[in-house]
Every structure is written in structure tokens, then in C-alpha cells.
Nanobody
Framework: QVTLVESGGGSVQAGGSLRLSCEAS????????MGWFRQVPGKEREGVAA????????HYGDSFKDRFTISQDNAKSTVYLQMNSLEPEDTAMYYC???????????????????WGQGTQVTVSS
């Protein structure tokens, strides 16, 4: 059974930084596409970034590349999201996701991913 556990969320003032972590367990293959998404209540989920767990090219959603960085540690089965220069508009629930089937390119799009974590809340105050 695959589980994804996010951590690192919290409250921060505008201009601050946070690093989110997503630890995966139950993965059986060498590499998986994993991604970060965020969602504000009442709005659609946004794709932030995606990366293979063994590394390689990363892909960012529109408007995320400048301040957000996705990275991975395959030995720890963990994917990170470094968020800098946070703005109140970044307040959202952040979700980690994994693609167990590899049927689509590794991109931060919802239809790529088959498994989701419970999310970690990020709140940015002005």
C-alpha cells in the first residue's frame, strides 16, 4: 500500500520561506513521478511542480518557477518543495502526489497522478 505523508507546512509572514517534505512508503519500483499541488477552498487544484524520484528534469506549473523549487532524495523516498518569498496568495493546502503507472509524461497535471497525500496547510500572513 502506497502512502504519502506531507510535512513542513505552517504559518509564515510574507517574504518568508518554508520547505515542504513528502515521504513516500510502499513504492516498489526504482523511480516514480511525484508532484506538488495546492488548493484554496472553492478553487481548482493547481499543479506546482513535478519530478521523478530518481531525479532528472523538473516541470513547474505556470507562475511557480521563480519562487518554488522541487527536489528529491530517492534514498529517502522523499520529495521536497522549497518555497521562497512567500506571499499571502500562496496560502493554500499543499498536496503531494505520486504516479504509480507511468502512463503520462511527468508534469504537474492532476490526471498524471494516482495517489495523493492528505495535505499540509500553508498560511502566509501580510
Amino acid at each position: 500500500q502506497v502512502t504519502l505523508v506531507e510535512s513542513g507546512g505552517g504559518s509564515v509572514q510574507a517574504g518568508g520561506s518554508l520547505r515542504l517534505s513528502c515521504e513516500a512508503s510502499g513504492l516498489t519500483y526504482r523511480t516514480y513521478c511525484m508532484g506538488w499541488f495546492r488548493q484554496v477552498p472553492g478553487k481548482e487544484r493547481e499543479g506546482v511542480a513535478a519530478i521523478f524520484t530518481e531525479g532528472g528534469p523538473v516541470h513547474y506549473g505556470d507562475s511557480f518557477k521563480d519562487r518554488f523549487t522541487i527536489s528529491q532524495d530517492n534514498a529517502k523516498s522523499t520529495v521536497y518543495l522549497q518555497m521562497n518569498s512567500l506571499e499571502p496568495e500562496d496560502t493554500a493546502m499543499y498536496y503531494c502526489a505520486a504516479d504509480l503507472y507511468g502512463r503520462r509524461p511527468c508534469r504537474p497535471a492532476e490526471n498524471v497522478f494516482s495517489h495523493w497525500g492528505q495535505g499540509t496547510q500553508v498560511t502566509v500572513s501580510s
